[in-house]
């Protein structure tokens, strides 16, 4: 049959140490797991890492396949000596994250050394997938819309974060290995609230406020957005309320979302009598207009 290096197969030496094999086959496993790795040939990618590692992880099976000697490499034929591989039992696949493989069997050299091999096949990888680290990481509208890099601490450790352009509250960023116990990081993302901003899907809506004569003869004003601020024109005859389309100027993404500029008149307070006479001089320029009919 022919002998296969499990050494070269996750990635290390015939000197590594435990934990160096342990950390090589997790990294590999979550690379190459079926269910992550969509990829031809993930999978038996994914079959021969958690046959290396369910020899090389065991003291018994690594020390009875490093008695094959330097001498054997991949490809060669190997005939183990009568009796080899006695008093392993039937083997166990391990792996990362549940993945069933129904009826795949381990390689005829693993069979052979350590007896009788999978039988039914892989029923079992749910181990050693560590449990994952939740936890929530609130940003600013500001980060979706432009991408940003936040550093954040766990545990006295310091992490590097990408936040993505266009995500949305309740999306997940996953860290890989940086959660408890090798296991993964998950950080579900929630907005902080803005002074300026109401979110809406992916739509923002910023209320600007214009003075009177502004609404009512139009003209140039500056309003805020995600990415700074712009100048828009403003229509002659505005009302309060009436809102203004900024065509993607909302959260990025496939449909990128709109901003909404909500106008709101505000009226100059009567400091002194000249202001009174101007506001009378108004009312009755506009003596026929009905604010409330």
């Known amino acids: 049959m022919e002998y296969k290096d499990y050494y070269k197969i996750l990635g290390v030496s015939r000197s590594a140490s435990a934990e160096?094999?342990?950390r090589a086959y997790r990294k590999l496993a979550r690379?190459?797991?079926?269910?992550?790795?969509?990829a031809m040939g993930a999978e038996d990618?994914?079959?021969?890492?958690?046959?290396?590692?369910?020899?090389?992880?065991?003291?018994?099976k690594r020390k009875a396949y490093d008695e094959l000697g330097a001498n054997w490499k991949a490809g060669q034929q190997f005939t183990p000596p009568p009796g080899w591989g006695g008093g392993f039992g039937r083997a166990r696949g391990r792996g990362a994250g549940g993945f069933s493989g129904g009826g795949a069997d381990f390689s005829d050299f693993f069979s052979q050394m350590f007896g009788g091999g999978m039988g039914g096949g892989f029923q079992d990888f749910g181990e050693p997938s560590a449990p994952d680290t939740r936890?929530?990481?609130?940003?600013?509208?500001?980060?979706?819309?432009?991408?940003?890099e936040r550093q954040i601490s766990l545990g006295g450790r310091s992490l590097k974060v990408r936040i993505p352009q266009g995500v949305t509250s309740g999306q997940t960023i996953r860290l890989a290995g940086q959660g408890s116990q090798g296991?993964?990081?998950?950080?579900?993302?929630?907005?902080?609230?803005h002074p300026q901003f109401k979110l809406e899907g992916r739509d923002i809506t910023a209320t600007v406020n214009v003075a009177p004569w502004e609404a009512a003869?139009?003209?140039?004003?500056?309003?805020?957005?995600?990415?700074?601020?712009?100048?828009?024109?403003l229509p002659a005859n505005s009302r309060s309320g009436q809102k203004l389309r900024l065509k993607n100027r909302g959260l990025p993404g496939k449909s990128p979302?709109?901003?909404?500029?909500?106008?709101?008149?505000?009226?100059?307070?009567?400091?002194?009598?000249?202001?009174?006479?101007?506001f009378e001089d108004m009312a009755k320029h506009f003596a026929e207009f009905k604010p409330r009919s």
């Not at 190459?32 to 969509?38: A, E, L, M, S, T």
């Not at 990618?45 to 018994?60: H, M, P, S, T, Y």
């Open 20 to 22: 160096e094999i342990k």
């Open 31 to 38: 690379e190459f797991h079926p269910d992550k790795n969509k």
């Open 45 to 60: 990618r994914f079959k021969e890492i958690n046959e290396a590692n369910e020899v090389l992880g065991d003291a018994d």
């Open 135 to 148: 936890a929530r990481l609130t940003i600013a509208l500001e980060d979706s819309y432009a991408g940003a």
């Open 183 to 193: 296991g993964d990081l998950l950080l579900e993302l929630e907005f902080a609230a």
């Open 217 to 233: 003869l139009g003209g140039k004003i500056e309003v805020p957005t995600l990415g700074g601020t712009v100048e828009i024109s």
């Open 257 to 278: 979302g709109d901003q909404f500029v909500a106008l709101q008149i505000v009226v100059p307070p009567v400091g002194n009598d000249a202001d009174r006479q101007v």
